[in-house]
């Protein structure tokens, strides 16, 4: 694998495509990229932004704004991809044609210096993200989408005369490979499944929930024999010890031996009425509740960095 031919934590200002193709392939671990819409509108940055002067037109046409040079190294080495863009052209529109061609040499270039582990995030709206799903497909592979996320930027602003008001964009998740890495985020739990599932307090102050310790259904092996005078087959079912509590030295031993163990250490809860044992769980030893594929809990910024100029259009 090539080392990378650029610093970390580098800035750099100016049209993407020269800059991704200057930098050493397989070389970057994440790519979050947020291009242009598509919207049909010119954009301006607010006076208070860093970028303030800056200007971009979201409109787009093929005789303008699409290199010759693109098309050719497009139909000559990708032509599923070009597919993708003729069919957005076709379906849509020549200036949506031209924004697939104007992204799909940049996500080639992305794909290309993204490491085998890597993953890209794009960020588009409704307008266009079916027709960049194709083209992704297409440079990616099919197998390599992972995501369809829905951010809920912000809260409805209004009713609409002819359609529901639109407060969500969408976030493409890709993969270079299977080999891509993986951290599943978690958001805090919800405060109300706090006070009802985790309802006990130990003597050091920590929340804990009692847990079933057996599975349904009868097993053969040792998490089918008896523990402490408590056979699990008698009410069909068999011990299922929680992994995550053992460690490694113990995760090839018996059951028994896996129970005694979380007894030595006090995860075991015996009722004073009945003989089915349960498991302490600690809610403080629980990442949280894992997060899908709606983003309702990030706020859009509290002043857009771009109004639409003057000069809009449609």
């Not at 242009?36 to 787009?60: E, I």
């Not at 297409?138 to 209004?158: E, Y």
């Not at 639109?166 to 499944?193: A, G, M």
């Amino acid at each position: 694998m090539a080392e990378p031919n650029f610093k970390n934590r580098t800035l750099f200002h100016g049209d993407n495509l020269k800059f991704l193709r200057g930098m050493n392939s397989e070389t970057v671990d994440l790519i979050a990229t947020d291009p242009p819409f598509n919207k049909n509108r010119d954009f301006h940055a607010t006076p208070d932004s860093l970028a303030a002067g800056a200007k971009f037109q979201d409109r787009w046409s093929w005789e303008r704004d699409v290199h010759q040079d693109w098309v050719d190294q497009i139909t000559d080495d990708y032509p599923r991809l070009m597919e993708a863009i003729e069919s957005a052209r076709y379906a849509h529109s020549d200036g949506m044609g031209a924004f697939m061609c104007f992204m799909a040499v940049r996500l080639l270039e992305m794909w290309r210096i993204l490491k085998p582990t890597g993953s890209l995030y794009l960020h588009c709206d409704p307008t266009a993200s079916h027709y960049l799903k194709a083209v992704l497909d297409a440079v990616f592979g099919w197998r390599r989408f992972r995501s369809d996320i829905t951010w809920r930027r912000v809260n409805s602003t209004g009713r609409g005369s002819t359609r529901y008001a639109n407060n969500t964009d969408c976030i493409l998740y890709y993969t270079v490979s299977q080999k891509f890495r993986w951290s599943q985020p978690h958001k805090p739990h919800d405060e109300q499944y706090v006070a009802k599932a985790y309802r006990h307090v130990d003597a050091d102050g920590r929340r804990y929930r009692l847990d079933n310790l057996k599975g349904a259904g009868i097993r053969r092996g040792s998490s089918g024999k008896p523990w402490k005078g408590v056979d699990p087959n008698d009410s069909g079912s068999h011990w299922a010890v929680p992994n995550r509590a053992i460690p490694l030295k113990l995760r090839d031993a018996d059951c028994q031996e896996k129970l005694d163990y979380l007894e030595s250490i006090g995860r075991i809860y015996w009722p004073p009425r009945g003989t089915v044992p349960s498991y302490i769980r600690y809610l403080d030893e629980m990442p949280g509740t894992p997060v899908d594929t709606l983003w309702d809990d990030i706020g859009g910024l509290p002043l857009s960095l771009w109004r639409e100029g003057a000069e809009s259009g449609p």
